[in-house]
Structure formats: structure tokens, C-alpha cells
């Protein structure tokens, strides 16, 4: 087995593997010891055909799912990079915050490669990857503000690498992509609703419709979406004019979109008062980046606090496991792996000292989220 030191010049190969909800997916990412990741292969296997007809994801279909694909997908990632296991590093698992049995499906196939092969394994926080999303194919320095903003999270955190991200505030009820997917439902539109919400809006009058603007002017960087998806909720009911759904559609994504902007300009703040003569970077990352709204939203803040703006691929936002093959690569040429007992985690905070630390954020049926 060889282990990369932090000193170690050479380039990592990783495989990565993520489970964690209805993608299964893998990948092969080269880490040089200068420069940029490069992503060699990356594999996605949607289910959302499964999980439509039941206007969301349904955990004991996603866990047989899995495990039905999973070697195929690992095999063609391998096949699609030109690499054979003979020229992998390390394998990168998901282990966690997700759904358990995706996330076992994964980490138990990691671990079996890495047994067999006398790998070395890490298994990866499916936030940190996330995190590090931005990285792949594009030179972005830590240290970064960071707007984490998918289905399952909403939090802003200061990332200065692998296992060093501090959490800044997070959602205290649902999280954006959460709230996008069901007001969409409530609009009757298909899952996954944010895309379909984002297609519906396009051309609407995001003023015609009032809704609540949570959190706006208070201390602190938290968010909350729960008020604006029940009074979008409400008023849903009975619209069946396009033009009416169009303009709602226009007014929610306007609506998060501007909490988001919003409660991100004041993290910026504080960040930059903490960073004073450095460079500022922010980076918006998960699947809700993939908004065209959100993304634009976020642009004029940046520009108005002067901050850099950086999001990853589209393809890279939502859920892939090359920013798992990334955060596995970063961390294995840390030296940091993890023993073959690592344990698929259904909750598990970026940040475990500030999760514990803010009863708001205790582990429970809305902590995962946070
Ligand atoms: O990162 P991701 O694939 O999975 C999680 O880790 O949660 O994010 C999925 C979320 C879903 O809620 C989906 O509706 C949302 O990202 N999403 C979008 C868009 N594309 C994906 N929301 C708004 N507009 C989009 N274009
Ligand atoms: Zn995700």
C-alpha cells in the first residue's frame, strides 16, 4: 500500500463513490501536486425515473436501486478514465449525512475494493465534497466563504480545506432545494421541482405576488424557508391560469433567491472583517447553484461586497462523485484515511463543534438538515 504524505509529489488517483441519495455515482479525479483536479471520468445514474411516481425519494427503492447499479457504474467510471484499479491511490466513499441505506450501499463496495486491493480508504462527508466542488478543473484557493445550498442542506461555511470548515449559520427549518421541490409540488409540477420551478418562471412577474421575507435585517446568518413554503403553499391553491403559476413561480424563486443574497452579504461582511488584506472568494455549491436567479442574485453581491464569485459546473452541482473523489484525494494527500470499521452516518454536521455548540442545530428530525 502506499500512503501520500503531505510532502509527497506525486499525483493521487482516486476513485470515488456517493450513495447517499437517489444518484449513484462514481468517478476517477487526478490530484497533481501543483495545479488543478482533474476529472478523468464521472458517472451518474439517475433515478429519478424510480422515485417520480412518488413525488419524491422514497429510501427503500433508492438503497435497492443502488445496489442494483453499483458495479456497473464503478466499472464504467474506471473503463471511461483508461485507469484499471492497478493505477488507483485511494478509494473515497460517502459516508454519510444521507440516506442510510444509499449510504451503506456505497461505503460497503468502497471498503470491499480497498480490502481486496489494499487501498487506502476515506470515507468522505458528503458536505465536504460539496465543498470542495468548485475545485474540480478550476484553481481555487482556500481559504473561501462558502454557500452550500442543496436539497438535503443550506449553510454558509468558511472552508480553509479539507477537515477545516466553519460553520457560519445554517437553515433553521427547511432547506432551499427542499423548499424549491415542494413549492413546485404545490404547483404541480414534477419532481425535482427546483428545475421545473426554475423552467415555469422563466417570463414571469416575480412582483405580482407578495410573500413573507424571513429573516430579513436580523443578526446572524442563518435561514429560514418554512413560512415562504406554506403562503406559497396557499396561494397554489386554485391557480390554474399558466400565466398566475408562471408569476408565482417567479415570485418563490425571486423570494429565495433574495434571502439568499441576502443573508450571504452579511456573512461576507464578517468574513471580510476576518480576512482584512486578502483575497475574497466565495463559492456557491450544491444543486440550487444551478439556479440561474440564485446564481445571478449571488453575482451582484459579490460584486457590490468585492468578493470573487465561483460556482462549480453544472454538472458537478448537483449530486456526482467527483467532489467526492476530490475531498478523497485532498484528504489522502493529507494523510488522512480512514479504517475499514468507518461507519455509514445518516447525520453527520461539516462542522461537529458549532452543531453541538447551537441547541438550534442538535442533532434531530430538522438537525440533519442543518
Ligand atoms: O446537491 P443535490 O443534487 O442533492 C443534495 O445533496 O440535496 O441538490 C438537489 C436539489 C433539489 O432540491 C433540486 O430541486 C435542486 O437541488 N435544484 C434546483 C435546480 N437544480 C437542482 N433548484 C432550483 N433551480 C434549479 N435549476
Ligand atoms: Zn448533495
Given at each position: ?54 413525488g ?21 467510471a ?8 492497478d ?6 466513499a ?77 437553515t ?75 408569476d ?90 480512514d ?18 455548540a447551537?441547541?438550534v ?10
Open positions: 500500500m502506499t500512503r501520500a504524505s503531505p510532502a509527497d509529489p506525486r499525483p493521487l488517483t482516486v476513485l470515488g463513490i456517493e450513495t447517499s441519495c437517489d444518484e449513484t455515482a462514481a468517478a476517477v479525479v487526478r490530484l497533481p501536486a501543483e495545479g488543478a483536479a482533474q476529472v478523468l471520468s464521472s458517472e451518474v445514474a439517475s433515478q429519478i425515473a424510480d422515485h417520480a411516481p412518488f419524491g425519494v422514497v429510501p427503500e427503492i433508492a438503497a435497492r436501486a443502488h445496489v442494483e447499479v453499483i458495479e456497473a457504474i464503478v466499472r464504467r474506471l473503463a471511461s478514465a483508461g485507469v484499471g484499479l493505477g488507483i491511490d485511494g478509494i473515497a460517502t459516508a454519510g449525512p444521507g440516506l442510510v441505506g444509499g449510504v451503506m450501499v456505497g461505503l460497503s463496495f468502497g471498503k470491499a475494493i480497498a480490502l481486496a486491493r489494499d487501498l487506502p480508504l476515506v470515507a468522505v462527508n458528503h458536505l465536504e465534497g460539496h465543498a470542495v466542488s468548485a475545485r474540480l478543473g478550476a484553481e481555487i484557493p482556500y481559504p473561501f466563504l462558502l454557500l452550500l445550498v442543496s436539497g438535503g442542506h443550506c449553510q454558509l461555511l468558511e472552508v480553509a480545506g479539507v477537515g477545516a470548515c466553519r460553520r457560519l449559520g445554517s433553521i427549518d427547511d432547506a432551499a432545494g427542499e423548499a424549491f421541490d415542494k413549492i413546485a409540488k404545490s404547483l404541480g409540477l414534477p419532481y425535482p421541482g427546483g428545475p421545473a420551478l426554475e423552467r415555469l418562471a422563466a417570463g414571469g412577474d416575480p412582483a405580482r405576488f407578495a410573500l413573507p421575507r424571513a429573516l430579513l435585517g436580523r443578526d446572524g446568518f442563518d435561514f429560514s424557508f418554512s413560512g415562504l413554503k406554506t403562503a406559497a403553499a396557499r396561494l397554489a391553491e386554485g391557480l390554474t391560469a399558466e400565466e398566475d403559476r408562471r408565482l413561480a417567479a415570485a418563490v424563486q425571486g423570494a429565495i433567491a433574495r434571502q439568499l443574497s441576502e443573508r450571504t452579504a452579511r456573512a461576507m461582511r464578517a468574513y471580510a472583517g476576518e480576512h482584512r488584506g486578502e483575497a475574497l472568494r466565495f463559492v456557491v455549491a450544491g444543486g440550487v447553484a444551478a439556479n440561474g436567479a440564485v446564481r445571478a442574485a449571488l453575482q451582484a453581491v459579490c460584486a457590490a461586497e468585492g468578493f470573487a464569485f465561483a460556482a462549480p459546473p453544472l454538472a458537478y452541482c448537483t449530486d456526482n462523485a467527483a467532489m467526492i473523489a476530490l475531498a478523497g484525494a485532498e484528504r489522502l494527500a493529507a494523510g488522512l484515511t479504517d475499514l470499521d468507518a461507519v455509514a452516518r445518516p447525520r453527520w454536521p461539516l462542522d461537529e463543534a458549532a452543531a453541538l447551537n441547541p442545530h442538535l442533532p434531530g428530525r430538522k438537525g440533519a438538515k442543518a
